[in-house]
T-cell receptor, first 112, second 115 residues
Framework: QKEVEQNSGPLSVPEGAIASLNCTYSDRGSQSFFWYRQYSGKSPELIMSIYSNGDKEDGRFTAQLNKASQYVSLLIRDSQPSDSATYLCAVNIRGGGNKLTFGTGTQLKVEL | GAVVSQHPSWVICKSGTSVKIECRSL??????MFWYRQFPKQSLMLMAT?????????EQGVEKDKFLINHASLTLSTLTVTSAHPEDSSFYIC???????????FGPGTRLTVT
């Protein structure tokens, strides 16, 4: 079992729809979770962090964390073509020091 | 805030030569810096973690004598690829984190091509 798992996609959604990206992790003791966006040929950009169960909203983005079920998700409302990118889930795994363990990413395509 | 720069953004070098890549945190003190490598259409691969003033910790399978990392100050880390070969051609990305959190802020990356 991978430590951080994501569906590679591509996930295609029409413009204006809600995109839902999911991530599961194996270490029940993990406390810190992050979502990064990576455009093709560019480096990752931090878009959300979440530490407590529940929802955290920032503009069109909402991160959801459920530690009991060991999943974290990212919702993007009113999806735009500019949201088309690969979204990486990252988790600070217990025992890993301050390293982040990244999922392989989900490619999102927002279609006109 | 949390801006990380990298220099150069791209470099072409001949096989057998060495290349140095700089990573700077511009507006915060980076207690820890990370170096990643990413091949086309593949995931980020962590190469090493460095703390200011300490020797870097390399991930399994990464040759520490080939990829020299120096973290001399709280704002600067360097990665030197020694005796580069074509298979070292890749996208090298640094990231930095400060005190009190696990967030990593990435630099824009350096695209290395070894001919």
């Amino acid at each position: 079992q991978k430590e951080v798992e994501q569906n590679s996609g591509p996930l295609s959604v029409p413009e204006g729809a809600i995109a839902s990206l999911n991530c599961t992790y194996s270490d029940r003791g993990s406390q810190s979770f992050f979502w990064y966006r990576q455009y093709s040929g560019k480096s990752p950009e931090l878009i959300m962090s979440i530490y407590s169960n529940g929802d955290k909203e920032d503009g069109r983005f909402t991160a959801q964390l459920n530690k009991a079920s060991q999943y974290v998700s990212l919702l993007i409302r009113d999806s735009q073509p500019s949201d088309s990118a690969t979204y990486l889930c990252a988790v600070n795994i217990r025992g890993g020091g301050n390293k982040l363990t990244f999922g392989t990413g989900t490619q999102l395509k927002v279609e006109l | 805030g949390a801006v990380v720069s990298q220099h150069p953004s791209w470099v072409i070098c001949k096989s057998g030569t060495s290349v140095k890549i700089e990573c700077r945190s511009l507006d915060f003190q980076a207690t820890t810096m990370f170096w990643y490598r990413q091949f086309p259409k593949q995931s980020l691969m962590l190469m090493a973690t460095s703390n200011e003033g300490s020797k870097a910790t390399y991930e399994q399978g990464v040759e520490k004598d080939k990829f020299l990392i120096n973290h001399a100050s709280l704002t600067l880390s360097t990665l030197t690829v020694t005796s580069a070969h074509p298979e070292d051609s890749s996208f090298y990305i640094c990231s930095a984190s400060g005190t009190g959190g696990y967030e990593q802020y990435f630099g824009p990356g350096t695209r290395l091509t070894v001919t």
